[in-house]
């Protein structure tokens, strides 16, 4: 199963893209690979991988995850398997990204539009409160399975910086000084994803350039479609050596190209 997901700007990022393109950027491919869900000990080991060679990692958790009355989802999100806001303002001051993906993960658009609308604001005000540095303007909401309507990302757009949900293309542009844009990738699951990571990585590097976000989750046992963390090592080891390519989390991108 593929699921597609984009990144989309927000009114208030459309007016700062116009502002500056100078992004002093001479590489043709971003790779982000944007793991969901806030796994503790997957997450922590990506960030040790990603700090062997002066990556920062893209890490979305789930708000509620590691309090008493999260019960899970499915058979991949595991109460025990999360991490807190300790273990995410760590990993934030070492560098990485922490963003918001939901307040408990359902799917937001099989619930009334006022719900939805309030459990939003309910992730981004935890975040908001919890969340060292945490900067609404800076944010990037990541929709919970990639489900959402076109009500619900405008709603969110005016909250956040941008979000990231279902598209059609799998690499999108590279953001500069432009009005809006569309980003797209894919995800995969529940099987492990190592092949899959690889022949995405392998067509992306064959393509003229963009930005391609997988949307990844845990390492090796755990969540929906796992990496081996051996793969996710010898991955990163080869492609940090391609001069064409650079490995980013996603605010880090936008900010970038609206010259932050
Ligand atoms: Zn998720």
């Known amino acids: 199963m593929n699921r597609r997901t984009f990144v989309k700007t ?42 062997r060679h002066g990556l920062s990692a893209c890490f979305n958790v789930i708000a509620s995850g590691h309090l008493p009355e999260f019960k899970g989802v499915d058979n991949w999100i595991l109460p025990e398997l999360m991490g807190n806001f300790e273990d995410w ?77 279902s598209g059609d293309s799998p690499i999108g542009q590279i953001p500069q000084a432009q009005k809006s844009y569309r980003k797209a990738c894919w995800s995969h699951g529940p099987e492990n994803i190592d092949q899959w990571v690889e022949e995405q990585v392998n067509q992306f590097l064959k393509s003229p350039g963009g930005w391609m976000i997988l949307n990844t989750h845990g390492l090796d046992n755990e969540g929906w479609g796992p990496m081996s963390t051996v793969y996710l090592e010898t991955l990163i080891a080869r492609l940090v050596k391609l001069d064409q390519l650079e490995i980013m989390p996603t605010g880090k991108v936008l900010q970038r190209s609206i010259g932050n």
């Open 89 to 165: 303002n760590g990993l934030k001051s070492r560098g990485h990204e922490v963003m918001p993906h939901s307040w408990k993960h359902l799917n937001l658009t099989k619930q009334p539009l006022d719900k939805a609308q309030a459990l939003i604001i309910k992730c981004l005000d935890y975040f908001e409160s919890n969340l060292d540095g945490y900067k609404a303007s800076e944010a990037v909401f990541n929709f919970p399975f990639n489900a959402s309507t076109p009500e619900l990302e405008a709603f969110t757009m005016s909250e956040v910086l941008a979000i990231r949900s």
């Open 10 to 51: 927000t009114a208030l990022g459309s007016v700062a893209f116009g502002i500056s393109g100078l992004t002093g950027r001479t590489k043709t491919h971003i790779l982000t690979l944007s793991f969901d869900d806030g796994f503790k000990n997957s997450f922590y080991k990506v960030a040790e991988i990603y700090e």
